[in-house]
């Protein structure tokens, strides 16, 4: 009888401390806004992706920028070049955008769980593709830690994410707070459907954009690497303009 008091005495206190510190999972107040890497061109939101006409704009310059709300939504942009050594006058590009949800575990770590259907990759390999390959893209990451700091010699803020391995991402800096960002909701539900129909003809939907398998940036642990690529439509790169255009 008294063992069991005291047990759900020490229950309803455990229940109630918990409480009190977080719900659900740590206070992550520090990391709310939208960061960006040094050249802070590559910014998250509808500057960088376009949901409703499937359309990335290209940022200036490559780079990468996440965003949180305090309310635990993030979204991320990326914007990258991938040098190729053997043929210099061949570079690839990639853009990359997803959003979902993420936690601070009690250890520190960050776990970003991206919405599957939303996420969106770019992929660009002019000498061997003539067509730059639009798929979806979703990739959930794990940041071992993080830390907000004053950059000591430009005075702005900054944020040091350090990925799965131990290693650091390149510094972000606080761009905008608030965030810039999209909903933080679903925006490509499975079952989108095509109104009247007849606009499909030789287009692909939306809802049947496949997913990207050949994940370039491997950022968890458990991302395997699978050497496929799948098609979509037709996509068309306008050369030497900032966008790129899709069915
Ligand atoms: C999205 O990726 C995560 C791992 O990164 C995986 O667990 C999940 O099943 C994927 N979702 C879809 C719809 O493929
Ligand atoms: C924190 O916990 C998660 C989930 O168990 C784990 O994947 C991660 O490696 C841990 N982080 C550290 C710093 O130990
Ligand atoms: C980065 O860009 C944003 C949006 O254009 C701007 O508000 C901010 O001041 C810039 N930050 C720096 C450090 O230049």
């Not at 510190?21 to 520090?30: E, F, K, V």
Request: glycine share 8%; proline share 7%.
């Amino acid at each position: 009888m008294v063992s069991s008091a005291i047990g759900l005495a020490f229950g309803l206190f455990g229940a109630g401390f918990a409480t009190a510190q977080t719900t659900g999972s740590l206070p992550i107040t520090d990391l709310v806004g939208t960061w960006s890497s040094k050249s802070n061109s590559t910014l998250t939101g509808p500057g960088f992706y376009d949901p409703v006409n499937e359309k990335f704009t290209e940022p200036k310059h490559t780079g990468i920028s996440y965003s949180f709300t305090a309310d635990g939504h993030f979204e991320e942009a990326y914007y990258r070049a991938i040098a190729n050594p053997t043929k210099p006058e061949c570079p690839k590009g990639i853009i990359q955008w997803q959003h979902g949800s993420f936690q601070k575990l009690a250890n520190g770590s960050l776990t970003l769980s991206p919405i599957a259907v939303d996420g969106r990759q770019l992929y660009s390999d002019p000498c061997s593709y003539k067509n730059a390959v639009f798929t979806r893209y979703n990739a959930s990451e794990l940041f071992e830690r993080y830390e907000v700091v004053t950059d000591g010699y430009r005075k702005i803020t900054r944020l040091n994410l350090y990925k799965f391995d131990g290693s650091p991402l390149m510094p972000l800096y606080l761009a905008m707070s608030p965030p810039e960002m999209l909903p933080t909701s679903t925006l490509n539900p499975l079952t989108t459907s095509t109104p009247g129909g007849a606009k499909a003809t030789g287009k692909v939907k939306r809802s049947e954009l496949p997913l990207n398998h050949n994940v370039l940036s491997k950022r968890t642990p458990q991302q395997k690497q699978a050497d496929r690529w799948w098609w979509v439509g037709v996509i068309l790169t306008a050369s030497g303009g900032a966008l790129y255009y899709f069915f």
